[in-house]
């Protein structure tokens, strides 16, 4: 099955959407609430880099019995150099982001953590694209 | 699923309900539908909150008590009283002149519930120091909240502080105290005056417990009924010096909203009312919540001065058990009364049980079916289903909103013809004739529903 939310940057007040009704469409296939809680974090946090970078974005969600694949695209102003922002506490959000709460440079090394697979592309200037994969049949990280 | 597994509470009566729905529009678990005219329940989705008893326009829905001359079945008889039940009565009334009442009902003790919250404190704070449990921990005080999580949100079940409520560690201290003076276990009959009844269930059904102190439950409105007449009719009764609330300032707003919270060390959060609740434990779920350290959360709005089973306005209950707190000097409360020794001479024996040990199971109202393939396919299906539905939940199907119509259909626990959207554009199609759509609508909302009533609220020769 496919589903697509669409984000608005900025908007903050509706971020978390997308996860809670994945969250439930897990729930009733009876997935392990520790992997729902990994599918979630990892949506979340990609969900929330749209609103804070970018002008607005698409996820798109491929679920089957066993996967969920999660691409997550946005035409932001794109990652220079992806290595640096893949470290813990390195963030480039506004002050006015942080202010809220976010910002905390974390959204992609979780991501990464919480993924069974995670491929992440960017073009400066144009936007980037995440590809989050989760297993659904494993509790392991 | 298991039917019959869990204790309820509540009981539909079919002879009274006239399949209003509007217990079924409040539910926060989505566990009611109407059939036949009439409220059914699933029993394995519902949390015992009592939202629908609140809800019922003509009193179907009921609260079971044990048999109160249950109590004599034992030759001591305790009655464990929550302060809500003294926050109803006016400022005058006396917490002794409750008590000589309940006396004269026929309990040999009248212990104040809130003491038991004296053990709790400590116990909290040792699991707060426990770095290694997820944060925020969530209080189990309401037993509604422990059933909301199992059912809607399993996956914060390892959040619970796992420590039992103050009327468990109450019951525990009575027992103990009357076998050292030497009664038997047999013959002492715990008693609780019940706020709600999710506490009933709790009692009935504990979550995470093998067995519970308490022998039976007796409703508050009952109690409350007899003290008013009894406190009219004053001269019949005899009771002792008026003496002060024997429980701590901040123990004795323990039940009310931000009552326990604020007790607790840390960055803590109270926050009352299933809706409200449910919304925050969706964004903790999610991840988007941090900071937080303890939650209190109650399914009752001010807590338990707003359960069911109170027959005072909730505010006016909440107020005097604050103005009573503040108004408590140190010293004014003693804990110690002639019958009973302060709790916390026992605490040694009482922190040996106030932990939950047992595992609290999910009991996930979502899963479509144990097989993941199957979930599927139904997940697959209740989707093509929601394509046809109008997506008004308009409730006319008996189920509360389309959704749940469609997951109803794959379940095998209802129709598509059910929606009246749908029938109606059979009908203009003419796949349906007319008599075979009202004779579906009859078999949801029942014949009374069809006929000329000037009984009922609101009409002609309005009578119950």
Redesign the interface.
């Known amino acids: 099955?496919t589903f697509e939310y669409k984000v608005q940057g900025g908007d903050f007040t509706h971020a978390?959407y997308a996860?809670?009704q994945v969250?439930?469409?897990l729930?009733?296939?009876?997935v392990d609430?520790?992997v729902?809680?990994r599918v979630?974090?990892c949506l979340?946090e990609a969900e929330v880099n749209i609103v804070a970078h970018a002008r607005d974005g698409i996820i798109s969600i491929v679920l089957?019995?066993?996967t969920i694949l999660m691409k997550l695209t946005d035409n932001g102003p794109g990652i220079a150099n992806i290595e640096q922002a893949m470290q813990k506490g390195y963030s480039t959000a506004s002050p006015e982001v942080r202010e809220m709460?976010f910002g905390a440079g974390m959204g992609l090394p979780n991501i990464s953590a919480n993924a069974d697979r995670f491929l992440i592309t960017s073009e400066p200037g144009t936007g980037t694209a995440l590809e989050i994969t989760i297993n659904?049949n494993s509790a392991a990280v | 699923m298991e039917k019959g597994f869990f204790h309820h509470a509540l009981t539909i009566r079919e002879d009274i309900c006239t399949g209003c729905s509007l217990c079924m529009r409040v539910c926060p678990t989505e566990a009611l539908r109407i059939r036949d005219g009439k409220a059914k329940l699933i029993e394995d989705r519902c949390v015992d909150c009592g939202e629908c008893f609140r809800s019922c326009p003509v009193h179907a829905i009921i609260i079971e008590q044990d048999d109160f001359s249950r109590i004599f079945d034992y030759k001591h008889r305790v009655a464990l009283v929550p302060a809500v039940l003294h926050g109803q009565f006016r400022h005058e009334v006396s917490m002794s002149e409750i008590s000589a009442v309940l006396r004269s009902l026929g309990f040999t003790w009248v212990y104040e519930v809130e003491h038991g919250a004296e053990i709790l404190k400590p116990a909290i704070d040792d699991l707060m120091n426990v770095r290694t449990l997820p944060r925020p921990l969530i209080s189990s005080y309401c037993p509604a909240i422990v059933r909301l999580i199992q059912v809607r949100f399993?996956?914060l079940?390892r959040n619970l502080a796992t420590v039992k409520a103050p009327l468990e560690m109450a019951a525990f201290y009575c027992r103990r105290v009357l076998r050292d003076r030497g009664a038997h276990n047999a013959e002492i009959g715990v008693f609780y005056v019940t706020p709600c009844a999710a506490k009933i269930a709790a009692v009935k059904s504990p979550v995470g417990e093998e067995s519970t102190p308490i022998s039976g439950v007796i409703n508050m409105d009952f109690i409350y009924n007899k003290i008013n007449r009894t406190l009219r009719n004053k001269g019949e009764l005899k009771y002792g010096d008026d003496h002060a609330y024997s429980v701590d300032p901040d123990t004795l707003v323990w039940s009310l909203t931000n009552g326990e919270a604020s007790c607790v060390n840390g960055s803590t959060l109270a926050i009352d009312g299933m809706n409200n609740v449910t919304e925050f434990l969706?964004?903790l779920?999610?991840?988007?919540i941090?900071g937080v350290d303890y939650l209190e959360l109650r399914a009752c709005d001010e807590g338990c001065a707003g359960g069911v089973l109170l027959s005072s306005n909730r505010f006016l209950v909440a107020e005097r058990l604050r103005n009573k707190a503040r108004t408590l000097k140190p010293g004014d409360s003693s804990p110690e009364t002639e019958e009973f020794p302060d709790i916390e001479s026992y605490s040694g024996y009482l922190m040996n049980k106030v932990r939950i040990t047992e595992e609290i199971k999910?009991r996930?109202m979502?899963?479509?079916?144990?097989d993941?393939?199957e979930?599927?396919k139904?997940?697959?299906r209740s989707?093509r289903i929601m394509c046809w539905l109008p997506g008004t939940d308009c409730g006319l199907c008996g189920a509360p909103s389309c959704q749940a119509l469609s997951e109803d259909i794959v379940r095998h626990r209802g129709d598509i013809s059910q929606c009246a959207f749908i029938r109606e554009s059979n009908m203009e199609r003419q796949l349906m004739d007319r008599e075979r759509s009202s004779e579906i609508m009859r078999r949801i909302w029942g014949d009374n529903n069809f006929t000329k009533n000037c009984n009922k609220k609101g009409a002609e020769n309005e009578s119950n």
Request: no cysteine; glycine share 8%.
């Open positions: 099955m978390g996860s809670s969250k439930k469409m729930k009733q296939l009876g609430s520790v729902i809680k979630v974090v979340y089957d019995t066993d709460g659904l | 399993p996956a079940i969706e964004q779920e999610n991840d988007e941090t999910p996930s979502y899963r479509l079916s144990g993941r393939d979930a599927m139904m997940m697959k989707r």
